[in-house]
RNA sequence: GCGGGCGUGGCGAAACUGGUAGACGCAACGGACUUAAAAUCCGUUUCUCUCUGAGAGUGCCGGUUCGAACCCGGCCGCCCGCACCA
């Protein structure tokens, strides 16, 4: 028996070393295998990772390592997020540049996840903050730009009038500058935006094709997008001369409704405050104009949009009711998107909450259309609440007693009938929630939009040759503001069509875009083109992509619509870029608090003699608060140096595998590593029993005994089925798979002590042992390296084949049966597997405990379900 | 408010998607080995009872079925996403 325990912080720097300088994980573009794209979402550099990082990566990282044994020529890589606003709050914090920070940051963590023992192709890193990488992205935006996928048009910002800068709305808290606590304002700035509403169908229809997505995930992206289908009327404006009314109104207001059906209980119209007859109206109208600006002011917060009363203000005007109804007054209202639709509605108070709370507070006439079913008219009110649901439509005319879809497609036809001017008053219109991308940044760490403004040419495309544009190295954040917009010569340059002085664009990209096709990146070797199209073809889609639920929208739905821009400006031949997406949970942990309510590092706090927590050194007592996501603020972090010197990332990766749904939440405790530990160092003795008592690698006997077949049934059907665990990312059932058969081997070496090993057992324990740590392998890399060396294989496991499976020994002779009588488990029996219904039945009529319940009677009915249960009815 | 998901021992969870509920692990308890400890190994561990056996049991109530954690209906509780989208 081997009695050295296993040394993983002696054992995996060497394994590390040796798979580094054979350079095993580099991937050739050239290998004639099947491909297998595997990779994590990667991460932004900001500074350092803790264990609780490092779940995603292990996940992919077993992928990984399974697929190549499996035969794929696997491409895992890895790169960094590295643009983004803290690299700038450090510059600021620290006094020193955002590249230095990102870069240093970028060493660190390298160091950390390579001891995590990644199988990652290092040489084809990236960073997306490297001229290379972003001057492709230059070019990328030039082609949308020509392709008429980016335009640029005036939009909304949060501004802080204190620090003179625009700010992304999670720096505004409680509508207040997060640094300066400044009232933000919202002003209006020419911005970049990439035109994916165009691609709404499309990004909707294509949802349907990714069928390894979770549903979860493309309902969001559904509802994001979020189609409708309704129909734009016109409302014709009763020009009856209004004192004060400027000259020349439009003759009409278009709106967007989802519920025609309700058209003959509309009492009002509303226009947005953005409207453009609003602001037509504002220039003479100064009590308008006010309105206006007090919804403006309106919170930016989610609390504040929540709780907003409906305000309105009456202009004063009248549309004509399209279908013989009464004329309807105008209001302009906070409540009416100008981004949705037409940024008009009609209101129809007694079958909607928000025209209802509106029409209470303005006095407004609620007249209900639509009866509930079963509900008597005489008896039905809305005068508590507005009725959404299904119905009969009265109070209607023509669509009195249709129901409401019926109801919709009536209005819908007689309005496209109705002819006015040249066109009908109603038309059917498909409407999407999801608006254009805005790309611009007022920041300096970003990817320079890559456009030169010039008085008379406009804004004009960087030449070709004059890419990448570079951010320039001496700036200074010790002004607010952007550090592009002051510097003294970087934005001063000649138009490149006449050469006249002009101005660089001084925003760059959200970093979104960066992130939107990196994986495209990877697929081509270093040294050669970003973008290769031959590389993207031969290697996209990604076969599983694996990131937090947090990017379910906003990444994946860009980076989505990337790829299709892309390819219509054939750059790539694909439409969606990843086939597999998984999300997997976040690690947790106890938070620690002492008696001062300052929070506490976990290797801060023991227990003492009686098991309570306490402060290490002081003995003071620490209340323990509920497991959280890791973070540095809450101090529940472990970092994965400490791991790997009391443990070994083997058991930190067994760990992260184990027990929970890979999906879930996993709560890291003591108990769970030292768990983990255990079991680690139980494989090394198991295996280094087994090479004990079966020191040779033997020929396969002819024939095996009883034992010896038993476990070579149980090590074939492990590795079966584990490798089924991992197709299905289901690590946990794997890792209990794993267990149950360390159990069995255990028995089957203690049994095996006590006789002789005979060379049919010997030849089974060799191969007990050689499959577990095949199916460990890519779970615990250096523990398995380390067990193929003490098995005496050649090589390295890293670049050894998945245990061979005979399928013979997966199929058992015979099956044991349960019993059941009247649905209760009353026994068993074993029957030979193919055994006829009939013959079952026969051998479960023929036992005693069968006879005593029928106790003589005939069974009324016997179910025998083929391989797996018996129900007699008695 | 709208949309979606989930409720199984003291805990994390399995259950081949309608067929032996609680595999596997953690924790706990008992035992072996040891001068002792650590490590390891062997047991016990859903609940109840009249305990060599029997009954109940997958949030609660009901239904479908020979058979339900799984399907259907209605409650209760928790979690997530969206949020004035007309």
């Not at 499309?202 to 549903?215: K, M, Y």
């Not at 079958?351 to 008896?379: M, N």
């Not at 299904?390 to 919709?408: C, I, M, W």
Request: with cysteine; net charge negative.
């Amino acid at each position: 028996m081997s009695t050295e325990r296993y040394n993983a912080r002696e054992a995996e720097p060497r394994w590390q070393k040796i798979w580094d300088e054979r350079g095993i994980y580099r991937t050739r573009n050239d290998d004639p295998r099947p491909k297998y794209y595997v990779l994590e979402m990667f991460p932004y550099p900001s500074g350092r990772i803790h264990i609780g990082h490092g779940r995603n990566y292990v996940m992919g990282d077993v992928v990984a390592r399974f697929k190549r044994m499996k035969g794929f020529n696997v491409l895992h890589p890895m790169g960094w997020d590295a643009f983004g606003l803290p690299a700038e709050n450090a510059a600021i914090e620290r006094r020193t540049h955002p590249g230095k920070w990102t870069y240093e940051n970028i060493a660190t963590m390298r160091e950390q996840l390579k001891l995590l023992g990644l199988s990652l192709d290092w040489s084809r890193e990236i960073a997306t903050c490297d001229p290379s990488y972003y001057g492709e992205q230059q070019r990328i935006f030039l082609e949308f730009l020509k392709g008429g996928f980016a335009y640029r048009r005036e939009s909304e910002v949060n501004w802080d009038p204190v620090d003179n800068t625009v700010l992304a709305n999670e720096q505004v808290i409680d509508g207040r500058g997060w640094r300066s606590g400044a009232l933000v304002e919202r002003r209006k700035l020419a911005q970049w935006f990439f035109r994916i509403s165009d691609a709404s169908e499309e990004l909707l229809a294509g949802l349907d094709t990714l069928e390894r997505w979770p549903d979860k995930v493309r309902l969001m992206q559904r509802n994001w997008i979020g189609r409708s289908e309704g129909l734009h009327v016109r409302f014709v404006l009763d020009h009856t001369p209004a004192e004060g009314l400027p000259e020349a109104l439009p003759a009409e207001i278009k709106v967007y409704t989802t519920r025609p059906d309700t058209l003959f209980g509309a009492s009002f119209l509303a226009l947005s405050p953005s409207h453009p007859l609003t602001e037509q109206l504002a220039a003479t109208n100064p009590a308008l104009a006010t309105f206006v600006e007090e919804c403006r002011r309106g919170g930016t917060s989610t609390a504040e949009i929540e709780t907003q009363e409906k305000m309105g203000y009456d202009t004063g005007l009248k549309v004509r009711h399209p279908l013989d109804g009464p004329d309807l007054p105008v209001y302009v209202a906070n409540f009416v998107l100008m981004e949705y639709g037409t940024g008009a509605i009609f209101g129809c108070p007694a079958h909607d909450q928000r025209d209802f709370d509106f029409a209470t507070k303005y006095d407004l006439p609620i007249t209900p259309v639509v009866l509930p079913p079963d509900v008597d008219p005489a008896s039905f009110s809305v005068a508590d609440g507005p009725y959404e649901g299904e119905g009969t439509l009265f109070n209607s005319r023509l669509l009195d007693g249709l129901t409401v879809p019926a109801a919709k497609e009536k209005v819908a036809l007689a309005l496209e009938n109705q002819i006015l001017g040249n066109a009908p008053v109603g038309e059917r219109a498909v409407n999407y929630r999801l608006r254009d991308w805005g790309i611009s940044r007022q920041r300096y760490w970003g990817c320079p939009i890559p456009i030169i403004h010039c008085d008379t040419c406009g804004p004009v495309p960087v030449p070709e040759d004059q890419l990448p544009v570079r951010l320039p190295d001496d700036v200074s954040f010790d002004q607010p503001g952007n550090p592009l917009d002051r510097h003294p010569s970087w934005k001063h340059v000649n138009c490149p069509q006449c050469g006249a002085g002009a101005r660089r664009e001084t925003d760059t990209m959200d970093t979104f875009v960066d992130s939107s096709w990196y994986f495209a990146r990877f697929a081509s070797e270093p040294g050669s083109d970003p973008l290769q199209k031959q590389a993207a073809d031969q290697w996209l889609p990604v076969d599983q992509y694996i990131g937090g639920v947090e990017h379910a929208i906003l990444h994946l739905l860009y980076s989505r619509f990337f790829i299709r821009t892309l390819n219509k400006l054939g750059r790539v031949s694909l439409k969606e870029p990843f086939a597999g997406l998984f999300t997997q949970g976040m690690i947790v942990h106890e938070t620690y608090k002492d008696t001062e309510g300052r929070w506490l590092f976990p290797e801060e706090v023991e227990r003492d003699g009686e098991g309570r927590p306490v402060k290490v050194g002081t003995g003071e007592p620490v209340t323990i608060g509920l497991p959280e996501k890791m973070s540095k603020s809450k101090k529940n972090v472990v970092p994965p140096e400490i791991v790997a010197d009391t443990y070994g990332v083997d058991c930190a990766r067994w760990f992260m595998l184990a027990d929970t749904p890979p999906e879930r939440d996993s709560e890291w405790t003591s108990a769970g590593i030292e768990g983990a530990w255990r079991f680690v160092q139980r494989i090394w003795r198991l295996v280094g029993d087994a090479v004990v008592l079966a020191p040779d690698e033997i020929d396969r006997p002819v024939d095996f005994g009883a034992e010896s077949l038993a476990l070579r049934r149980s090590a074939h059907k492990l590795a079966a089925q584990v490798a089924e665990d991992v197709e299905r990312l289901r690590f946990n059932v794997a890792v209990a798979r794993v267990h149950a058969f360390a159990n069995v081997f255990n028995d089957a070496l203690a049994a095996a002590r006590k006789g002789d090993v005979t060379p049919d057992l010997a030849f089974a324990l060799r191969e007990a042992a050689t499959f577990l740590v095949g199916v460990v392998a890519p779970m615990v890399p250096h523990l398995a390296e380390e067990c193929w060396q003490v098995l005496g294989r050649a090589g390295l496991i890293a670049e050894a084949a998945w245990p061979a499976v005979d399928p013979d020994l997966l199929a058992e002779d015979s099956v044991t049966l349960p019993i059941q009588i009247n649905g209760k488990r009353r026994g068993e029996i074993v029957v030979a597997r193919d055994a006829s219904p009939a013959e079952v039945e026969k051998a479960v009529l023929a036992l005693d405990l069968i006879a005593q319940a029928l106790d003589g009677r005939a069974p009324k009915r016997i179910i025998v379900v083929p391989q797996r249960i018996v129900n007699v009815v008695a």
